[in-house]
């Protein structure tokens, strides 16, 4: 009888390791209190705008990995705003206050419009 040999060795399991402890619940109501904080018609305070940003792009990467996981980038559409979301969560927030607005309010499109594609794909269910 052959000796059994693991299926990764101790460098792949401490990246699977990693992830998991890295790993962080997808909260559909967190990720929609966040975008209507940045596309609400009041302004988000100048001093929660970092935060805001930080949030917004981290909400985009678990949106992408989830796409990604369901392998929904095969679909034009979903590559699409794949491609959208990794542009946007790659820029950094501009120091002038407005452009800064802006690309929160970016941000805050898209995820809301990812997440609503993810929704219709049924790749994701739908946030409360």
């Not at 792949?12 to 559909?28: F, M, S």
């Not at 001093?47 to 792009?57: D, G, I, K, M, V």
């Not at 559409?77 to 542009?87: G, H, N, Q, V």
């Amino acid at each position: 009888m052959p000796q059994w040999t693991p299926p990764l060795d101790s460098t792949a399991l401490t990246r699977v390791l990693e992830r998991v402890r890295a790993w962080q619940v997808y909260a559909g109501g967190a990720v929609l209190d966040d975008v209507a904080a940045v596309l609400d018609e009041v302004i988000p305070a100048e001093e929660h705008s970092e935060e805001l940003a930080q949030r917004l792009r981290g909400h985009l990467m678990q949106l992408v990995n989830i796409a990604v996981a369901a392998e929904a980038e095969k679909d034009d559409a979903t590559a699409y705003l794949l491609e959208r979301a990794r542009m946007v969560r790659a820029e950094e927030l501009p120091g002038d206050r407005w452009k800064a607005v802006g690309h929160l309010r970016r941000l805050g499109w898209t995820v809301n419009e990812l997440m609503e594609h993810l929704v219709a794909t049924r790749c994701l269910k739908e946030a409360a």
